[in-house]
């Protein structure tokens, strides 16, 4: 399998007004790089300091033979507007702006440069051009506050470049009554990302074809030893499931062509299980676990959101349902007075068991207990057997999306909060989430914009990231779970 989280290879460029001291810019690029590497990260400290369009194709090209992605565009002092904002255009990766804080009072001669100044000339002409960059909230810093301002920017970065390399592959089409978390497509080619859409016969060929497939035995029993003894309610259907991802990784590395990363939105029921023999879910939470998230029910903005959380935390993410409410006698036994949410700020979130194991308290393989229902008559289940489940960790997490409107327009929100440790007495991958404000938050931007059932989850704050990179995608509607006393654009002042 290639490696599906993309390497951030960051380079650093300062830039100089010819009417400034040069030096200034060399020395404070120099020591934020020096910074830089004190603190354990690479940088590729590109010599040619921009003073004019010739100065910036030499750099540019500097950093692109040392193999750089990502760019650092440093103003020691107040700049040249339009070669620095040029190195955005010629420069094929995510650039960050920051600017150079004044050191010392003793030296306010030669030794001032004037960036504070020069980085909101810097924003104009980028704006001028149509430039796409990044610009942390308080671009003006120290040695140590610019190094803050790039660990912040190569977790974005590493989430721009993966979106720009991206396949989604599906397997659909999306079952009947299912069709909340369709789309249109074009929004997603707008960005860069691409995709192929398969029929589930497509994968049933090709599952067929791996049946004996040499590396079935290994994949059977790394799964194994994952589950552990506890865990593996269903050892005879292993080597299914094996078979099955597999086939799955294969079609990745075999049909990502021109692309550099593959995610999956794949239907998984109801058809689904009595042709193949088994629910998909396991798998789909190591394909999860190997940063190749697979969204359950052909959801292709969900696997694109689940995506970006990937690449921006380096960790394992999941695709819920944002799906019931929490019965008031457990809010009274467990949560009321323990924790500072109303019954109105917590919902359990699930979904049959996608979820990856490292993320689950007491995670054990079952069946899908709906589609038993469904298909088996609630009798003993058979092919309704591989879902992955148990309670979620508690921790903090990220509940976001980015979906698409019916015009194409592209829309996103993010919510912070976490899971609490609090028993679910349910079944599936659960877990009871408390977000402030959830309730205006449900009503206000969940309902009324549009938004499908599915969010993503990552299982750490990263808001910040992930409106960064919304941002420089160009998304204009970002909505957060607002608090009391700042209302929504249609909230009932009212209420």
């Not at 620095?84 to 050191?103: C, H, N, Q, R, W």
């Not at 292709?300 to 990937?310: F, N, P, Q």
């Amino acid at each position: 399998m290639f490696n599906n989280i993309p390497e951030v290879k960051l380079g650093i460029i300062a830039v100089s007004r010819d009417c400034f001291v040069i030096s200034l810019s060399e020395k404070r690029r120099e020591r934020v790089a020096a910074e830089y590497l004190k603190r354990g990260y690479e940088v590729f400290e590109s010599k040619v300091v921009v003073e004019n369009e010739k100065d910036m194709l030499k750099a540019v090209n500097d950093v692109k033979l040392a193999g750089c992605n990502a760019l650092v565009v440093l103003l020691g002092n107040f700049g040249p507007e339009t070669p620095e904002t040029l190195i955005a255009k010629y420069f094929d990766g995510p650039v960050m702006y920051a600017a150079s804080a004044e050191e010392s009072g003793e030296d306010l001669i030669n030794g001032r440069g004037d960036a504070y100044c020069g980085m909101l000339n810097c924003s104009y002409n980028l704006g001028l051009r149509k430039l796409k960059a990044v610009i942390p909230e308080y671009p003006v810093g120290t040695y140590s506050e610019v190094c803050d301002m790039i660990e912040g920017f190569v977790p974005v970065a590493r989430a721009i470049i993966g979106l720009k390399g991206l396949k989604v592959i599906t397997f659909g089409p999306r079952p009947q009554d299912f069709f909340a978390c369709n789309a249109p497509i074009k929004a997603l080619y707008d960005i860069g990302v691409e995709i192929q859409e398969n029929s589930e016969l497509d994968l049933l060929v090709s599952f067929k074809e791996h049946a004996n497939d040499e590396r079935i035995e290994s994949v059977a029993a790394d799964m194994a030893a994952e589950l552990g003894e506890n865990g593996n309610s269903y050892p005879d259907i292993l080597n299914k499931l094996a078979q099955f991802e597999l086939t799955l990784l294969d079609w990745a590395v075999n049909n990502k062509g021109a692309s550099d990363y593959v995610v999956f939105a794949n239907k998984c029921w109801p058809a689904f299980s009595t042709e193949f023999g088994f629910m998909p879910c396991y798998v789909n939470s190591r394909l999860a676990s190997m940063g190749m998230p697979v969204a359950c029910e052909v959801d292709i903005y969900g696997a694109v959101s689940e995506y970006i959380a990937a690449c921006i935390t380096e960790d394992a993410v999941t695709i819920l349902d944002i799906n019931n409410s929490v019965p008031a006698d457990i809010y009274d036994k467990e949560v009321r007075g323990k924790f500072e949410y109303t019954d109105k700020d917590i919902f359990m979130g699930f979904h049959c068991g996608n979820t990856p194991i490292k993320k689950l308290t007491n995670g054990a393989m079952k069946y899908q207990l709906i589609m038993n229902r469904l298909i088996e008559s609630g009798n003993t289940p058979d092919v309704t057997r591989g879902t992955l489940e148990g309670d979620i960790i508690p921790g903090n997490i990220t509940f976001f999306r980015l979906q698409s409107a019916a015009d194409t327009t592209l829309h996103a929100y993010v919510a912070q909060g976490e899971i609490l440790p609090v028993d679910t007495r349910s079944f599936g991958g659960i877990g009871i989430f408390a977000i402030s404000d959830m309730g205006r938050f449900y009503r206000n931007v969940l309902i009324a914009k549009r938004y499908p059932h599915h969010g993503a989850v990552a299982f750490s704050h990263i808001g910040k990231a992930l409106y960064t990179v919304f941002d420089y995608l160009g998304v204009t509607d970002i909505e957060f779970n607002r608090p009391a006393g700042m209302l929504y654009e249609k909230e009932n002042p009212f209420n």
